[in-house]
């Protein structure tokens, strides 16, 4: 995972939450998904606990309106764009306003920054990774499938690539014999893949799925 620009802004223990929450919610909802690069909201997800500042009333799980978390993000986005004015061709600061706005589901406004810093940096995989999947959550499954083939050309063994590339050929596409193809094709290009384990199961899980024509519709869970 890349390093991240450190910046100075400091988020409330409310925002820190609700992000947490947002973002495992999220997780939950569209399934094994895998980062590119690291995220500012994971880390304060690690360092959520029992003793975190609770929610006040409106802004509970499934209660954080899209508007409240644009917000947040410009917030957070602040410190980052005021660095850009002196520097805006910078890849590494790009690609951070972009996760802050992955981050908080702000997918156009990601895609946005992660084009910038594609331009700067245009072999970099998390970032094209990270723009491949904010293009599958705004229901453009073949955008995203390009994106990654696009990573796979010059990176052929960056395993959340090819993690992802999975998924979406499985949840964007309904093909899961493609999905198993490109699973296989990850544990054999990385056999010390950090989550072998859970890449296989998920290959299991689909092979059950591989006599559906792809797009057929099933009640069965995608993901574990």
């Not at 895998?34 to 003793?51: K, L, M, P, Y």
């Not at 409106?58 to 005021?82: I, Y």
């Not at 156009?108 to 293009?135: C, E, F, H, M």
């Amino acid at each position: 995972m890349t390093q991240k620009v450190e910046t100075q802004n400091q988020w409330t223990g409310l925002q820190a939450y609700v992000l947490a929450v947002v973002c495992l919610l999220v997780g939950i909802a569209m399934g094994y998904f895998f980062r590119g690069s690291a995220s500012n909201v994971a880390a304060s997800s690690a360092s959520t606990n029992a003793s975190a500042p609770q929610p006040p009333q409106g802004m509970g799980q499934g209660r954080v309106t899209p508007e409240q978390l644009k917000h947040m993000a410009d917030k957070q986005a602040e410190p980052l764009l005021a660095q850009l004015k002196s520097n805006p061709n910078d890849p590494a600061l790009l690609a951070q306003v972009g996760n802050v706005y992955y981050d908080t589901q702000s997918y156009n406004d990601a895609i946005k920054y992660y084009d910038q810093s594609l331009k700067a940096d245009p072999k970099n995989p998390d970032v094209r990774t990270d723009l491949g999947t904010s293009y599958y959550y705004l229901g453009d499954s073949d955008r995203a499938l390009k994106e990654f083939q696009t990573v796979l050309q010059y990176d052929p063994k960056h395993g959340q690539t090819i993690f992802n590339m999975g998924m979406v050929q499985w949840q964007g596409k309904g093909d899961a014999k493609a999905a198993v193809a490109s699973w296989q094709q990850l544990l054999k290009a990385v056999p010390d893949y950090p989550d072998r384990a859970k890449v296989e199961q998920l290959i299991e899980k689909a092979r059950a799925h591989t006599n559906m024509a792809p797009g057929t519709k099933t009640n069965k869970p995608a993901v574990m």
